[in-house]
């Protein structure tokens, strides 16, 4: 499967929106949209599906929602896409659907991902724009893959669903901790 990779050297990057656990890290990202691909990887398809974003279609819900801040969530179970202010659950991804991930070559803040419907024969292409992380979010997205894929060969597998319970309960439970503290200093 072909990633992207991102060459860092010396460079630091400040990663100012990341989670405190070593599983998950989480990026704010402009969302631009899904769009229905007809094949499963490469650079093409991207370009194609940006292209089908810039074409109006007064049906799809999908464009609707699109160019909106999220919160992109990597973990070895997957990627989720949040909304930014209510942290509402948009797309959920686990990474054994990901079929191929890049940057756009003729946009370098675009990046975008291929997914594997669960329950259909159809792809859906996510794509992204960050200023500064999209190679960065290529290549976690890379190595978050590899590394399930090591992880489930050792151990045979998990259960997707428990995984994807768990990783919503640690993020509801960080919520709920923030949101207790914001109470305190409003009632002190």
Do not use: W
């Not at 460079?11 to 402009?30: A, H």
């Not at 290549?139 to 994807?164: C, H, M, N, P, Y």
């Amino acid at each position: 499967m072909p990633f992207s990779s991102v060459e860092l050297g010396t460079r630091r990057v400040k990663m100012s929106d990341t989670s405190g656990d070593d599983t998950e890290i989480s990026f704010t990202v402009k969302f631009l949209g899904r769009v229905e691909v007809v094949r499963p990887d490469g650079l093409q398809i991207l370009e194609e599906a940006t292209q089908g974003l810039k074409t109006p279609d007064p049906y799809s819900t999908e464009k609707a929602a699109k160019k909106s801040k999220v919160h992109l969530f990597l973990s070895l179970s997957g990627v989720d896409i949040l909304e930014n202010k209510t942290k509402f659950l948009l797309y959920t991804c686990p990474l054994s659907t990901i079929s191929f991930c890049a940057v756009l070559p003729s946009s370098p803040k675009v990046f975008g991902y291929v997914v594997r419907h669960p329950a259909a024969n159809t792809y859906h292409c996510y794509l992204f724009q960050s200023k500064t992380f999209s190679h960065v979010l290529v290549s976690v997205i890379g190595d978050a893959f590899r590394a399930s894929q090591k992880e489930e060969s050792v151990t045979g597998g998990r259960d997707l669903i428990v995984e994807a319970l768990r990783h919503k309960n640690k993020i509801l439970q960080r919520e709920n901790t923030e949101l207790k503290r914001r109470l305190a200093e409003l009632t002190d």
